[in-house]
């Protein structure tokens, strides 16, 4: 899996088509550093210019095969080869951020380019829905985790997500597709009939939040949050990592939740915790 993350706060091919693209890439990364000290509306037209460069590159015959290690941009490629997934965001003057995406995905040899459109402030309850490319709750993703329930293949999804001035959030998303066509969510988090399509933890933007998936216990490991005192419960933007980690693991097709994970312990297995989860759902 190739991972490149960036915040903004090679192909093999011959003659002009090379030079084209590469300087189609320098006027790419060009304008894409440009955007965290420009304005809003500065940033609007920068990022106009971003995603014409991108698509243009991305809707080329060797855009599987091209290294994007000169442009400052968020890249996960599945492990498989089935999709690229390039995410930038848009720092605003209001401490809000606007991401941005691109999909690209390869099957049975056809490749396909989806658009996605950041519709965060559309998405009151981002644990819930079922999304797809034209409404996405936008995030930079930094890592893929490929799970597979019966016939059916998921990609789980580790992201970032700048959300205000006193707010940042992480956000667990899981990809799969139908009929090709991309869909944001799936219900594999929870128990019984009420089921989370995505996880999404809310921390002060002056903390940190540890999330990565560890491959020997099979579980996506993260700081626990808690409020720096009791009476801000409810409250994201005063927790941060109390020095334990909770996990989700891969059980019975499921992500199953673990509270007081002991990362000393590789032989931790999970176990069915009725505790509730912690996250921004309903």
């Known amino acids: 899996m190739t991972v490149r993350f960036f915040v903004l706060c090679g192909a093999l091919t011959f003659g002009p088509v090379v030079s084209a693209q590469d300087s189609t890439a320098a ?16 940033q609007d037209s920068l990022n106009i210019l971003v995603k014409a460069g991108l698509r243009s590159l991305l809707e080329a015959e060797d855009a599987f095969e091209r290294y994007f290690n000169d442009v400052p941009i968020t890249l996960v490629d599945a492990p498989d080869g089935s999709f690229r997934l390039f995410t930038w965001n ?4 209001n401490g809000s951020h606007l991401f941005e995406g691109f999909l690209l995905t390869r099957m049975n040899r056809v490749q396909a380019l989806f658009e996605l459109r950041d ?5 009151p309850s981002p644990e819930v829905p079922e999304l797809g490319p034209e409404r996405w709750y936008g995030a930079l993703y930094y890592e893929v985790v490929p799970t597979d329930r019966g016939s059916r293949r998921y990609y789980t999804l580790l992201g970032w997500k700048g959300h205000s001035r006193t707010e940042t959030r992480k956000v667990i998303e899981v990809l799969s597709f139908r009929n090709g066509k991309p869909r944001f969510g799936a219900p594999l988090f929870g128990k019984g009939r009420i089921r989370a399509m995505r996880k999404v933890f809310g921390y002060s933007f002056q903390a940190t939040m540890s999330m990565r998936y560890d491959p020997d216990l099979e579980a996506i490991i993260m700081d626990h949050l808690a409020p720096s005192r009791e009476d801000l419960q409810g409250q ?3 927790y941060g990592p109390d020095m334990t980690h909770d996990g989700y693991f891969w059980h019975k097709g499921e992500w199953w939740f673990g509270a007081n994970v002991d990362l000393r312990d590789k032989s931790t297995t999970v176990k069915p915790y009725k505790t509730p989860e912690p996250g921004l759902g309903p």
């Not at 848009?90 to 003057?93: D, I, S, T």
């Not at 519709?119 to 998405?123: G, L, S």
């Open 236 to 238: 994201p933007a005063f």
């Open 119 to 123: 519709q965060t402030e559309r998405i």
């Open 27 to 42: 006027r790419l990364s060009s304008h894409l550093r440009a955007i965290p000290d420009a304005t809003d509306a500065e």
């Open 90 to 93: 848009l720092p605003r003057a």
